[in-house]
């Protein structure tokens, strides 16, 4: 009975049948080979030994183990059998769980499916190879991505393509479970849902990675297995060909945790969200509509400001306004002014070079000779304690010395194996800075001419943007710094810009409900945001108790009408 299910499981079909057979009287004995057969949750069979049997007057017997509700002696040890029946299905389990982590462990892919985009070597089951018939739109996904676009917005391109969806193509590779999604409407076979392309930017696998135990149960008995968090993932890197690189699948990942809106509500495109912040509170800028007469184009409409400022005024932090076009012009001039360097100027690179790890190589001379002293003085420690013991065994010094030398070589040796360890770490930070300038300059050569930004430049090749207050200095002009923290080697140098004066931000002002300075967003704003959400909300509550009034009127009249006719039918009868 129930083939295929576990024990463990009391939800199995004909057990069910069963139960309900006996409900409707139609059964008053059950027979099993063994009280496993019954089942091997010790809680559930002892309910249904001790309580459902007995109150619907089911006898059980359990041949090979003496059991026999009828027989009260022999029922004293079934609960201990059933516990042991239990136990020995949680070593089976635990067996399972270590042999499917070891078999993960060596990057062997296990699941039923392949994922979208990769079919299961024909050769080897456990092992993926890129389906070359979806491959591209995986690739156009992450591309979309990498240019800004949300998951609506990629979800809407990809059903104007009329690409298949993923469920819809694995039904038609003959995967079983997933055609029952479609009957019906094939319509449905190519919408793609936010879920799906979310899942798709979120997964490791399309970097050439196996990733694992996204879900799990708490223990044996528990068939709720909740969603853990990316981070909690376990990921075997490299184990088969990524269909995207492991740089754009991490840019993506940052794009997607800094939860951005590229667009706002006047269209324009926001392709530093998620990179500029503040440089005092280290809150976003948020880029905002600034009502103007002239509109040249749409960017010259828009001003970053401290998010932070926004919405709790000077109490936390100050406006840090910045034009989106000066803004632009300024990390497009700074990107070009690197990249014409790293194509002619050899010199000017050497600089940046020894600028950047001068003080890194200088100070990895003397980590490495610290380094060298340390090991020295180790291996001396490891020969004092052989000595030390020598001198123990052959009674050349008491029990008591002894451990007073030995405690001390033990305290020095711990002392000096955490500073190597920690030596260890920076010689190795710096190696890697020195790397990371060879990659920026091979990176940003790409980039020589560059006359658009658009948000996978900036993302490829910046980490953030930290924008100060603007500063008036003694001869009357306006200037605002801007630091840059390019991919690979950070900071390099602030940049000053003069803020174009003819677009003047438009200045603070206090909320006409509470009182609370904000930054308005049009000339004609009255209320802070707060003020303005709760305003809009009494309205549309106040809309919709009219539209219910008016309603109920209607009714009224209605039913006042209908009583009418009824009585004038009456009338005439």
């Not at 496993?36 to 001790?50: F, H, P």
């Not at 819809?168 to 997933?178: K, L, N, P, S």
């Not at 603007?470 to 602030?494: C, M, N, S």
């Amino acid at each position: 009975m129930d083939d295929g299910y576990s024990g463990t499981n009391f939800q199995r079909p004909s057990f069910q049948n069963m139960i309900k057979d006996i409900e409707s009287g139609l059964i008053n004995c059950v027979i099993t080979k063994d009280l496993s057969r019954l089942g091997r949750n010790y809680l559930d069979c002892g309910l249904y030994l001790e309580v459902f049997f007995p109150e619907h007057n089911v006898r059980y017997i359990a041949v090979n183990d003496g059991v026999d509700t009828l027989n009260k002696s022999a029922m004293d040890i079934t609960p201990f059998r059933n516990i042991l029946n239990e136990m020995y299905a949680a070593d089976i389990s635990v067996k399972i769980k270590s042999a499917y982590w070891a078999r993960f462990q060596q990057g062997k892919f296990m699941g039923t499916t392949a994922p979208y985009g990769y079919i299961k070597d024909p050769a080897d089951h456990n092992h993926l190879l890129i389906d070359d018939k979806v491959a591209h739109v995986v690739k156009e996904i992450f591309d979309l991505a990498l240019k800004g676009n949300g998951v609506a917005k990629i979800c809407r391109h990809l059903n104007k393509q009329h690409i298949l969806r993923p469920a819809a193509y694995a039904a038609e590779r003959g995967e079983t479970g997933f055609e029952r999604h479609f009957e019906g409407n094939e319509d449905k076979r190519y919408i793609w849902s936010g879920n799906s392309v979310r899942s798709i930017l979120r997964s490791p696998i399309y970097a050439g990675n196996l990733v694992g135990y996204k879900r799990i149960a708490a223990n044996m008995k528990s068939k709720k297995r909740p969603s853990k968090l990316p981070e909690e993932w376990e990921v075997i890197p490299n184990t088969h060909e990524g269909i995207v690189t492991q740089e754009e699948f991490d840019i993506v990942q940052q794009l997607i945790t800094s939860r951005r809106l590229p667009q706002n509500k006047g269209g324009f495109v926001n392709i530093f969200a998620g990179v500029i912040k503040c440089v005092d509170c280290g809150c976003a800028l948020r880029a905002m509509n600034v009502h103007r007469r002239k509109r040249p184009e749409i960017i010259d409409c828009v001003q970053y400001s401290c998010n932070n400022y926004a919405r709790n005024g000077r109490s936390e932090c100050s406006a840090h306004n910045i034009e989106a076009r000066d803004l632009f012009n300024a990390v497009l001039a700074d990107i070009n002014r690197f990249a014409d360097m790293a194509v002619n100027d050899e010199k000017a690179v050497r600089a940046i070079e020894r600028r950047l790890t001068e003080t890194d190589q200088s100070r990895a001379k003397s980590l490495e000779k610290e380094k060298k002293k340390l090991n020295k003085r180790l291996a001396e420690l490891d020969r004092l304690f052989s000595s030390l013991y020598e001198d123990k065994v052959m009674e050349r010094i008491t029990e008591r010395n002894f451990e007073m030398m030995s405690g001390k070589y033990q305290k020095e040796q711990l002392e000096i194996e955490a500073r190597l360890k920690e030596v260890t770490e920076t010689l190795n930070d710096s190696y890697e800075k020195s790397q990371g300038v060879r990659d920026f300059l091979s990176l940003i050569r790409n980039y020589q001419g560059l006359k658009e930004l658009d948000a996978t430049i900036i993302n490829a090749l910046i980490d953030k943007i930290l924008v100060s207050e603007r500063e008036k200095l003694a001869d009357g002009t306006v200037r605002q710094e801007i630091k840059i923290y390019y991919k690979f080697i950070g900071f390099v140098g602030e940049l000053h810009i003069t803020p174009t004066k003819r677009w003047t931000a438009l200045k603070p002002k206090n909320c006409t409900v509470c009182g609370v300075e904000y930054v308005p967003s049009s000339g004609i704003s009255k209320y802070c945001p707060a003020c303005a959400k709760r305003i809009q909300r009494e309205k549309s509550n106040e809309s919709k108790r009219r539209s219910r009034e008016r309603n109920r009127r209607a009714c009224i009249e209605l039913s006042a009408k209908n009583d009418r006719l009824i009585l004038s039918s009456e009338m005439d009868d």
